[in-house]
Each structure stands twice: as C-alpha cells, then as structure tokens.
C-alpha cells in the first residue's frame, strides 16, 4: 500500500490550502484515514481522522478551521484547512488503516504559514 500525499506549500496567515493523499496498492478497504502533522522540534500529532462511514475527529486546534473528507471510490483522503496560523506550520502526514493489512504513512507534504 503506498500513500501519496500533495498540496502543501507555503500560504499567509489566514489563508487556506487544501491537502490530497490517495492510497494505492492491493487492499480491500481502508478503514480509518487520517493527517496527523510534525512541527520542528516537537512530537508528531493527529490533526485529523475520518472513518470509512466519515465519522470525524479533530484536535482541539484546528475545529472550526480544519476539514477532512474522503472519497471511498478513490482511496483518497483530503483536509481543507482555513484560516490557517503559523502554528499550522509542520510537515502533514497523511495514515491509513488498512483492513487486514496495517497501517500506513505517507511521506509528508510542507506547510508553511508565514507572511
């Protein structure tokens, strides 16, 4: 299973940019997808996660700010994010839960909010 994050980039305060991971690979079905995120210097942590039913669960920091959703059909899990701050700023990793198979993770796409 191989995990193929895009759309980081650098965006100011207040901006948003919408982030994409498709899964690829033979499974039968991702359970839970998920981005967590990894500042410099600190330990990596959920930002984010949706169930294949799309029950969602965020971390306090970004409710209201943040979006995830998935597109079953394309094994594709994407977080909009708004009225970004640069305490945004970290490497965004996305995960799957793969039914009978593990878990994943993909290499980390670049966020950086900075004016």
């Known amino acids: 299973v191989q995990l193929q994050a895009s759309g980081g980039g650098l965006v100011q305060p207040g901006g948003s940019l919408r982030l994409s991971c498709a899964a690829s690979?033979?499974?039968?079905?991702?359970?839970?997808m998920a981005w967590y995120r990894q500042a410099p210097g600190k330990q990596r942590e959920l930002v984010a996660a949706?169930?294949?039913?799309?029950?969602?669960d965020y971390a306090d920091s970004v409710k209201g700010r943040f979006t995830i959703s998935r597109d079953n059909a394309k094994n594709t899990v994407y977080l909009q994010m708004s009225s970004l701050k640069p305490e945004d700023t970290a490497v965004y990793f996305c995960?799957?839960?793969?039914?009978?198979?593990?878990?994943?993770w993909g290499q980390g796409t670049l966020v950086t909010v900075s004016s």
């Open positions: 995960n799957a839960m793969v039914s009978l198979r593990g878990t994943y």
């Open positions: 690979g033979s499974f039968l079905s991702i359970n839970v």
């Open positions: 949706i169930t294949r039913g799309e029950t969602t």
